[in-house]
């Protein structure tokens, strides 16, 4: 792909220019809809590394999922999960799967959320280089995703606030959801399609919030 991954874009100092806002929430609403075509097909399909190294981009920034070498078999339609040795990375699993190494089709939207948040903030989600505390983006980030004032403070500064301040409130709000501690509180990819699809809509028609 001629873009490289998500991960690529996102993090190298030579490429972080190239994504705007526009095209980031586009690459996370190709990224959702890879999902959720998984997650939909006759036997769920559960991605189980989910991350954004795992997320390839075309010239257009047209998102493509890649390496399914981890993906299983939803579980059977009278079982909740799959319990299986946890192989995925870490800090974008689940913690049911990390912790147990029970694996629910819900633990690609705990995945997702945490690439939701890289997407936001254009932090990783383990940097070990960090302050104590920071490391871990989720644990350092979640007491900011609540407040439209101290989002503020944690949105990636190289967008130099060119982008609709509601629209990432909303986003903030979505990851907050895909994160829940337990599986069955977080919504289907099918709704966070939906959601995503309802910010990009609306952050076309409104003006960029300037910093």
Known sequence: MKMGSLERRLFRKSS???LGWDVRLKIAVEAARGLAFLH????KIIFRDFKSSNILLDESYMAKLTDFGLVRLGPPEDLSHVSTIFMGTFAYAAPEYENN????????VYSFGIVLLEILTGLRAWDRSRPLGKATLLE???PFLSSRNKLLTIMDSRL????????AFQIARLILK?????PKFRPSMTKVVKELESVEATNATRMPWKA
């Open 16 to 18: 972080t220019g190239h």
């Open 178 to 182: 895909c994160v829940k501690e337990s």
């Open 40 to 43: 939909n097909s006759n036997r």
């Open 140 to 142: 350092w980030a979640k």
């Open 160 to 167: 130099k606030g060119n982008y609709d301040l509601y629209s």
């Open 101 to 108: 190494g029970r694996l629910y089709v819900k633990s690609d």
